[in-house]
């Protein structure tokens, strides 16, 4: 759940370690090739978690071309 808060807060998205547990199941078990996109709440911001805010990132676009690209990225592909 750590390297997923990680990488949430790489996309600019800040929260505490339990909230990117859907993102971590994610990446632990992935989706099939047929599920289409894949949507993971984070239901938490990040201000219990003060060691995550002490990062800089730059803003991810919002449409689905930017997030799918930078999605892929941090997976290697």
Known sequence: M???RVELAEQ???CETSAAAG???LRAHGPR???GPVVCVVTSG???DVA???E???PTAADWAAIEASLKEA???
């Open 2 to 4: 750590t390297a997923a």
């Open 12 to 14: 600019g998205l800040w």
């Open 23 to 25: 993102l971590a199941g």
């Open 33 to 35: 090739e047929d599920d």
């Open 46 to 48: 990040g201000y219990k």
């Open 52 to 54: 995550t805010g002490t």
């Open 56 to 58: 800089t990132y730059a």
């Open 75 to 77: 997976q290697g592909r």
